[in-house]
């Protein structure tokens, strides 16, 4: 008979460490000054970052029908696509260095870079294609890569029972920042100060706002003794099949999201819509996923993170496919509210989905990084894809039943996801009891029985 404290231990060394309390183990507070700080910065990190791209609807408007009128619209797509495209991709390289503990070089450096970018964007020309998918399209994009995935990441440095909220709280700056955004530019393009001052004006903003950031943003955890090898992570990463599932789903889900947030206010424009409500419609769209953001966190703690990610991607691929349909105010405003609340959903939990599939927290910067660079592959092909079905004669419902569809097979990998990682978890639940029945007091193993069933049943 074993001592029960050792108990935790053989747990672990039975191939189940996610049944160990992380948050005892590591000390992570699960709250305090210095953790939900944290959280309000990296919710300012994403209001300027993933807030300021979600607004490119307002750019592809504007450069579609002003300012780049000799490119085609699936030209000026991939401006869009590229940025966003290196937003999820540059982590590969900024939560590994995240996991080695250079965590406020890389934010400083990127949160100067934004500023710096959208400086240079402003001095762009008209039809100057290439000027702007330079300063735009790279630069800004790999300005904000450097900041995504560590604001994202250095919330497991503060919370484990509470991560999917601090999370959800996070990614819920950038529909925060979606929302503002778009009216602010909408406001400052196409008014008096027009497109040069317009954008100098959106880079003074966050450029305060990221300095506020750096003021509250802390880490807590020691940087790993050496280097995370992402070949090793990347082979173990390649044999999880739940991982794989989940990366795919993602990338399926980004295809179907990015060109909603490209095209809406350009289709609500073009089926004659006024442009006052039409500047708003983006708006709307982040509106909803700011509500969905914010409370997803909260609803994944009765149900579970795989079930919620499941039933949102599976709702907001079924309202892309309603964009048919759009030819009203009333349309607008139902399909834009709607797919924000279910597709915030989804972006909320991609972070807190890849956590609770990484079984060793010092990965979680790297899973994170490669998770995001392979979903990026969807940001960047979905709106330029989608243009080429559009065509310059503007033809929606290619467009709209493709970028659905692929959607459809994201919620698909979601389930595959959820499926395999369950039947993992139970093998290993099956291997630490066989384990805790030879070596353990009948009491204790019958403690430690309903703490298992317990963890299953609030997880999956």
Same mark, same amino acid.
């Given at each position: 008979m074993i001592a029960p404290e050792n108990v935790s231990q053989l747990v672990k060394d039975a191939g189940n460490p996610s049944l160990v309390d992380l948050s005892d183990a590591l000390g992570l507070p699960e709250g305090g000054f210095d953790a939900w700080g944290t959280v309000l910065g990296s919710f300012l990190i994403q209001f300027c970052g993933f807030g300021y791209v979600s607004a490119y609807g307002v750019f592809q408007d504007f450069y579609t029908q002003t300012?780049?009128?000799?490119?085609?619209?699936?030209?000026?797509?991939?401006?869009?696509?590229?940025?966003? @495209?290196?937003?999820?991709?540059?982590?590969?390289?900024?939560?590994?260095?995240?996991?080695?503990?250079?965590?406020?070089?890389?934010?400083?450096?990127?949160?100067?870079l934004q500023c710096f970018f959208l400086f240079m964007l402003s001095l762009t020309k008209p039809d100057g294609y290439y000027q702007i998918f330079l300063s735009q399209g790279i630069g800004h994009g790999i300005a904000i890569g450097l900041t995504n995935v560590p604001s994202i990441a250095i919330v497991s440095h503060h919370f484990q029972r509470r991560r999917a909220v601090g999370m959800g709280i996070v990614t819920a700056g950038s529909s925060l920042g979606?929302?503002?955004?778009? *009216?602010?530019?909408?406001?400052?393009?196409?008014?008096?100060?027009? @497109?040069?001052?317009?954008?100098?004006?959106?880079?003074?903003?966050?450029?305060?706002?990221?300095?506020?950031?750096?003021?509250?943003?802390?880490?807590?955890?020691?940087?790993?003794?050496?280097?995370?090898?992402?070949?090793? *992570?990347?082979?173990?990463?390649?044999?999880?099949?739940?991982?794989?599932?989940?990366?795919?789903?993602?990338?399926?889900?980004?295809?179907g999201y990015f060109f909603e947030a490209f095209y809406l206010q350009l289709d609500s424009t073009l089926h004659g819509l006024s442009q006052g409500f039409s500047f708003y419609s983006l708006t709307?769209?982040?509106?909803?996923?700011?509500?969905?953001?914010?409370?997803?966190? @909260?609803?994944?703690?009765?149900?579970?993170?795989?079930?919620?990610?499941?039933?949102?991607?599976?709702?907001?691929?079924?309202?892309? @496919?309603?964009?048919?349909?759009?030819?009203?105010?009333?349309?607008?405003?139902?399909?834009?509210?709607?797919?924000?609340?279910?597709?915030?959903?989804?972006?909320?939990?991609?972070?807190?989905?890849?956590?609770?599939?990484?079984?060793?927290i010092s990965h979680i910067g790297a899973r994170i990084g490669i998770a995001f660079a392979i979903a990026g592959i969807g940001s960047l092909l979905g709106a330029p894809i989608c243009g080429a079905f559009l065509t310059s004669h503007y033809i929606w419902w290619k467009a709209v039943i493709f970028a659905g569809s692929v959607a459809t097979g994201g919620c698909i990998m979601f389930v595959l996801c959820n499926s395999s990682w369950r039947c993992v978890k139970s093998l290993q639940v099956f291997a630490s009891r066989k384990l805790m029945s030879d070596l353990c007091h009948p009491s204790m193993y019958f403690a430690l029985y309903m703490r298992e069933s317990l963890y299953l049943y609030t997880e999956c």
């Open positions: 300012y780049l009128t000799n490119s085609t619209p699936s030209a000026i797509a991939w401006i869009g696509s590229v940025n966003a @495209f290196l937003i999820l991709s540059v982590g590969i390289v900024s939560g590994r260095m995240v996991d080695q503990g250079a965590f406020y070089p890389v934010m400083k450096i990127g949160c100067l979606a929302i503002l955004h778009p *009216v602010m530019l909408n406001n400052l393009i196409n008014g008096r100060l027009g @497109f040069a001052n317009g954008v100098r004006a959106s880079a003074a903003l966050n450029g305060g706002l990221l300095f506020i950031a750096n003021l509250l943003l802390r880490t807590r955890l020691p940087p790993q003794p050496k280097a995370v090898s992402y070949t090793r *992570v990347l082979r173990n990463s390649s044999r999880d099949g739940a991982y794989m599932c989940a990366c795919v789903g993602m990338a399926a889900f980004e295809f709307i769209f982040s509106s909803g996923g700011l509500i969905g953001r914010l409370t997803v966190g @909260f609803i994944s703690a009765y149900v579970g993170i795989p079930n919620t990610i499941i039933v949102s991607s599976l709702i907001s691929s079924a309202v892309l @496919f309603a964009m048919v349909g759009l030819h009203s105010a009333t349309s607008v405003a139902v399909i834009a509210a709607s797919y924000g609340v279910f597709s915030g959903g989804v972006v909320a939990m991609m972070g807190p989905v890849i956590s609770i599939l990484t079984p060793e």
